[in-house]
Structures are given as C-alpha cells and as structure tokens.
T-cell receptor, first 111, second 112 residues
C-alpha cells in the first residue's frame, strides 16, 4: 500500500541553523501539506501546496519557512533560522479526493 | 474560522466496555469531519470521515461516528474496545479548501 514517507525521523539542530525536512508524498497525489505538533498541543496547519505554488498558509508560516517541490517526488519544508519554539513534530500529508494521508513525522529538536 | 473542541484529554476504559469520545466543532460553512488515530510513534491514520449523505459513518474496526448538525457534534463511539485501541484520537474539520483544523486530541487508555 502506498504511503507518505518522511526523513529524517529525528533532527537535532542548534538555534539559528537552517533545517530541511523532507517528504515523499504518494505518487498520484496533487495536494500537499505540512502540519506541526508541539509537544502536548494540537496538530496545527502550516501550509498547503498545489500546482507548484502555495495555496494557503497559516500565520505560523512566516518568512523563516519555505516549501519546495524540487523534483517530481520530494516535497520539502525549510526553516531558515531555527528558534527554540520551532521544536515540534512536523507532519507531511498528501491528498487525493477528500482524504489526507499523513507521514510518520519528523521530530525537530532545537537546542 | 473553524475550530474543534475535544473536551476529554484522556479516557480510561476497561477492555470490552463501550466508549464515546466527544467532538464538537464550530464552522460558518459546510464542513467535512474526520477522526484520525495516532498510535505511539506513528503518524496520523484516518479512522473515518463524514463528507455528505448518511450521518452515521463506520470504520472497518468497529468505530462509528454520527454527524449531528444541530448539536455541531461528531462523537466517536465503539461498543466494545480492545487493548489494541489504545491510542490518541484526533477529531478534525475542513472546508472545501481542505486544510484540516484539529482538536487537541483524546488519549484512549484501554486496560484489561
């Protein structure tokens, strides 16, 4: 069964460093999303992406964040200069029809 | 703006007992409603969804949820739980633009 994959599973970085979180969505899906879940809090929407451009973004998704689909398979989330409060689990999702399929997440720890 | 409220952060229950996980939503437009389950160290898996039609929807593993528009609720129920149902359950709402708005989650703890 096809699934969304994410790498790495855990990323530890120093404050101020850039990180890139990678996702491989399900191959025939056209809509892609990033969500995050700070420990003990709810899952929050960050950004949606369709047809090689951002279709919607939340107020969390400021200038420090960017997304890219560099080739036909990968979908990346970049955080330019990480802050302590960026520590969270980041989930990628891809959608077909009305169902979003989630990856296992990347746990980002900013020290 | 849409929002989801899951009042119960944790629900302990004995194996084979019935359970109900509550979910209320707020939205000014027509909604789609979802329940996702998250097992330890795993991603979110869709459990069931309401898009239109019958207000009672069922999953393959015995869960069901009923969309109640007048009460703006989408409670999740199972008549007899198993140990393996222990997980975090998230209710979510979306509109036609499709981003999901999640509740804070309910941890279901099933004990023997």
């Amino acid at each position: 069964e096809p699934e969304v994959t994410q790498t790495p599973s855990h990323q530890v970085t120093q404050m101020g460093q850039e990180v890139i979180l990678r996702c491989v969505p399900i191959s025939n899906h056209l809509y892609f999303y990033w969500y995050r879940q700070i420990l003990g809090q709810k899952v929050e929407f960050l950004v949606s992406f369709y047809n090689n451009e951002i279709s919607e973004k939340s107020e969390i998704f400021d200038d420090q964040f960017s997304v890219e689909r560099p080739d036909g398979s990968n979908f990346t989330l970049k955080i330019r200069s990480t802050k302590l409060e960026d520590s969270a689990m980041y989930f990628c999702a891809s959608r077909v029809d009305n169902e979003q399929f989630f990856g296992p997440g990347t746990r980002l720890t900013v020290l | 703006a849409q929002s989801v409220t899951q009042l119960d952060s944790q629900v302990p229950v004995f194996e084979e007992a019935p359970v109900e996980l509550r979910c209320n939503y707020s939205s000014s437009v027509s909604v789609y409603l979802f329940w996702y389950v998250q097992y330890p160290n795993q991603g979110l898996q869709l459990l069931l969804k309401y898009l239109s039609g019958s207000t009672l929807v069922e999953s393959i593993n015995g869960f069901e949820a009923e969309f109640n528009k007048s009460q703006t609720s989408f409670h999740l129920r199972k008549p007899s739980v198993h140990i393996s149902d222990t997980a975090e359950y998230f209710c979510a709402v979306s509109d036609r633009f499709q981003k999901l708005v999640f509740g804070t989650g309910t941890r279901l703890l099933v004990s023997p």
